[in-house]
């Protein structure tokens, strides 16, 4: 409605149709008068890819969005940098903006992302669904990425492999042998803490995302000494292998220390006494 204009009614209507290349607008507009008009329009950026050398197209202005060239690799070092030894991962895909659906990294671990948000942070992150090992994780779950209209960001995203590790612990009491809940058992590497969880109700504990080396088990002595526990059998030292695995330990046995001490008193006492010598 537009009561200073000679013709007061006028009735518009616009549809627009978006792909991630383009953007088609159009639009008609009747008045009362019986007069009408149509408009379209096509609006789309050109740019080069430079890591798969073609032509490349976004609905979005270039104006108005940035570009991020992302460089996945195995990290066997794990010194964060991209060195020799360390491995192109393929086939990648990133979430952090719905224009990024479908792209992925080449066999040399790269991938240009366009139209990444130029006002505030952009986040991106690697889809793990992606990944082609279950035991393979990025270093950054999440990063943030400043970026300024029509820019080129070079990111470099470590992916590093980790071992999981399953066990039992189990107690042998006077009621026989079985799973105890809430043992608080540590993963020690160098003699230090590198890892620390408590078992669950049937005695099944767990160390997820281990990084590679040489571990040694190790339940809490301050729980030992209030539960009067000893440890009666305890798996050997554990060793993660760099490709990443699932590792199950040896049962891990706990005995109370009160009912060793009753049997050791109890066999004393069946001993015949030895003869005095005269």
Known sequence: YLPDSENKYRLNHQLNWRTKEFTLTSGVTLNEGGD????AGFVTAIGYDYV??????SHKKSSSSGNLHMLAF???DRNGQLTAGDNALQNVRFAGNSDWRGVSTDKYGQAVLMGAATSGQQMVGVDLASLQDPFLYPTYEKLAVKTHPGGLNRIMLPVLSF???????????NFGTRGIKGVPIRLLRHKQTAYDTESEMDGYYAF?????????????PDYLESKQYIIKTLPDKVKVEESGDIIWLSDLVLTQLKTNQKT?????SLRKPEPLNT
């Not at 009408?36 to 408009?39: A, K, V």
């Not at 997820?208 to 809490?220: A, H």
Request: aromatic share 12%; charged share 35%; hydrophobic share 25%.
């Open 36 to 39: 009408w008009e149509f408009s």
């Open 52 to 57: 798969n050398k073609k032509p490349r197209y």
């Open 74 to 76: 195995l990290d066997r």
């Open 163 to 173: 071992s999981d590790i399953e066990g039992s612990v189990y107690v042998e009491d």
């Open 208 to 220: 997820g995302q281990v990084e590679p080396g040489n571990y040694t088990l190790k339940v809490d």
């Open 264 to 268: 050791l008193k109890t066999v004393s």
